[in-house]
């Protein structure tokens, strides 16, 4: 048994640590109130699962600089966190998730209940009290606060008991002796998490490496930030995959086993340069510089392989811009959706044969011999369509001219002029009132990108009106941005009319824009595309304004952030199943509990598919929120 107060210690002494495959913090505040709580009656709060091993082996997270023997936290991550960060007013060394869980935790004198800081409830009310600040400063700076008090004496009571938490054994279970490997311990780990945060084949791998070479998930999410900080949210599985591709050739994470640590180390640098080379490309060359608009992101892999085998360039440019062309089209049929490793496989051989003919070969036979783009296929609705990024690339790369001001928007745009907005050509209040259907409305044959000013000076106005004015004010602006110039199309009970036109409008220029990069393109250097910041428009319909006030509630009350406009993959045959609203692959709370899906087109979307998959799958907000809010109950009814 050892008391709180020296677990708190041994995390500052740097004994007490995390091994380094445990992922982050992923309480939230009801779950700490509900520690509190338990803590405080004395009731069970559970054993933890230490691994004792010495200092000199074996990755960590937290103060690495102290001799002797560590005592690594397997089981018990998130409640030593939370008394931690309540009782030292800090997260621990070992860190990482979000603070505001347990920050400003107070306690109730009168009823002897916990809640996190309401201004409005507790500012004049001397009863509540920072829990922090009791652990923080002690008893003496309650007396003068608390001596008018009616009940001064059971409130002393209750603090001195809310303090001598900290005298509270916790039972730990050790796992020891020089036989207990990484392997042995993650297996274990996984064992005691079944319910809770497993690792996945990649936290397994990186552990392993992680064993040799401590600092290799810290330097892999260094270079996950500095891409966070250029607009691309990629994750660690996805970096492995890069370096395993440069180390291995292999798709599989197990083939990491063989590769020491010196070369891991070797083949990172080669990654991540190869990773940041078609970075650079993709959004210099084809537009796509941010997140929202990147597509296939484990073609990235296949390039990785491809550059690594051909002495780290493309040998010319003709070279680059078939890449190019395989990359856009592999992402438009979603070649990565369903098995990635069995398609990275695949792929890798190609490559490593017959280069990039041999990839846009086996794209084509995949796709039964079709690598053209038909209008229908623009007839997909929502950000989450896969040829949502294609009408922002053609955007961007093709001369599309701004309707109010004429600028092309692919280079040169600076200041307020930089901020492109994603508008629908027939407004959606007009079409909405016109009884078109969501899907309709959203179409991505309905959408253009336009700078931030003149998307909100056109407004709701009709397209008959504003885009005849644009044809006479701006000549050739509206054909820059594939919109039919017969006015009859621009007329309300056309819209289906003018979709179907525009469908036409945008395959003939995709096409011509991709089989241009076939060929090889020209040997001069082209005009790079300078970034752009898209932002969202004011419009929001009332399904959206629902959607944004769950999503601002459950990230308020501390669960996982979601992808949104998600597309989701069948993983047997890559068929797309759905394209959701919102979507949490790894639970409501990352880690914990089956993925959650929020599609709101259930009649777009394979639901008992999804089911079958382990998806909890809801069709409206209320219902989310309802399942959410039951959630929150139970909780807070253990923390009351």
């Known amino acids: 048994m050892t008391q709180l107060s020296t677990l708190l210690d041994q995390i500052d002494s740097g004994t007490m640590l995390l091994p380094e495959f445990q992922r982050g913090y992923v309480w939230n505040r009801d779950q700490v109130r509900g520690l509190m709580r338990s803590v405080y009656r004395g009731h069970p709060v559970g054993s933890l699962l230490v691994w004792e091993t010495d200092a000199t082996s074996n990755a960590v997270r937290g103060r690495d600089d102290v001799a002797g023997v560590r005592h690594l936290l397997l089981d018990g991550q998130q409640r030593i966190t939370s008394l931690y960060g309540i009782v030292r007013g800090c997260p621990p060394p070992f860190f990482e998730g979000d603070p505001a869980a347990f920050t400003n935790l107070h306690f109730n004198l009168e009823d002897e209940t916990f809640e996190f800081y309401a201004p409005a409830k507790m500012a004049d009310d001397p009863r509540w009290i920072s829990v922090t600040e009791l652990f923080m400063d002690g008893l003496e700076p309650f007396f003068l606060r608390l001596s008018d008090q009616p009940s001064f004496s059971a409130y002393l009571t209750r603090l001195n008991r809310l303090r001598n938490v900290l005298e509270r054994n916790f039972h730990q279970e050790k796992i020891t002796g020089s036989d207990k490997t990484v392997d042995v311990v993650v297996e274990i780990f996984n064992q005691v998490n079944s319910g809770g945060t497993k690792l996945s084949k990649g936290d397994l791998a990186l552990a392993k490496i992680c064993a040799d070479w401590p600092e290799a998930r810290s330097t892999m999410r260094g270079h996950l930030e500095r891409w966070r900080s250029a607009g691309y949210q990629l994750n660690l599985d996805w970096l492995l995959r890069n370096v395993n591709a440069v180390a291995t050739g292999r798709a599989q994470f197990s083939a990491l086993d063989a590769v020491s640590s010196d070369r891991f180390e070797g083949a990172l640098v080669t990654a991540t340069r190869h990773v940041g080379t078609f970075l650079d490309l993709v959004a210099g060359r084809l537009g796509l510089d941010h997140d929202r608009v990147l597509m296939a992101r484990y073609a990235f892999p296949v390039v990785c392989r491809y550059l690594h085998l051909n002495g780290d360039r493309f040998p010319n440019r003709a070279e680059q811009d078939r890449m190019l062309f395989w990359y856009v089209h592999a992402a438009l049929w979603g070649r990565f959706a369903g098995s990635t490793e069995t398609v990275l496989a695949q792929d890798y051989e190609t490559v490593g044969r017959d280069g990039t003919d041999g990839l846009i070969a086996a794209l084509e036979r995949w796709r039964g011999g079709n690598l053209r783009i038909e209008d229908y296929d623009f007839e997909g609705f929502g950000k989450g369509s896969r040829f949502y990024p294609l009408l922002y690339l053609m955007t961007r790369v093709l001369g599309a001219r701004d309707l109010g001001t004429g600028i092309t928007m692919h280079s040169r745009m600076l200041g307020h002029l930089a901020h492109l907005q994603v508008h629908h050509v027939f407004p959606k209040a007009l079409l909405y009132d016109g009884g078109y259907e969501r899907a309709e409305v959203n179409s991505v044959a309905n959408f253009c990108f336009l700078t931030q000013d003149t998307n909100l000076r056109i407004g709701k106005r009709y397209p008959e009106e504003y885009l005849a004015a644009v044809a006479a004010e701006q000549p050739g602006a509206l054909e820059s941005q594939w919109i039919p110039t017969d006015p009859d199309v621009w007329k309300l009970e056309n819209y289906r009319s003018f979709l179907k036109a525009r469908q036409d409008l945008l395959a ?8 241009g990069l076939r060929v090889g393109g020209s040997t001069a250097e082209p005009e790079r595309v300078q970034p752009a910041i898209v932002t969202r428009a004011d419009e929001l319909d009332e399904r959206e304004g629902e959607l944004d006030g769950l999503l601002e509630e459950l990230s308020r009350d501390g669960f996982g952030r979601p992808l949104i406009d998600h597309e989701i993959a069948d993983p047997d045959s890559g068929r797309v199943l759905a394209v959701a609203e919102a979507c949490w692959p790894d639970g409501l ?17 394979d639901l008992g598919r999804l089911e079958e998959l382990g998806f909890q799958v809801f069709t409206s907000v209320d219902s989310l929120r309802g399942f959410v809010r ?8 253990l923390a009351s």
């Open 508 to 515: 003939t220029a995709a096409n011509g824009f991709l089989d």
């Open 589 to 605: 709370q990352t880690g914990q509990g089956e993925p959650v899906v929020l599609e709101l087109d259930p009649g777009q979307a």
């Open 630 to 637: 039951r959630r929150r109950s139970e909780q807070a009814a």
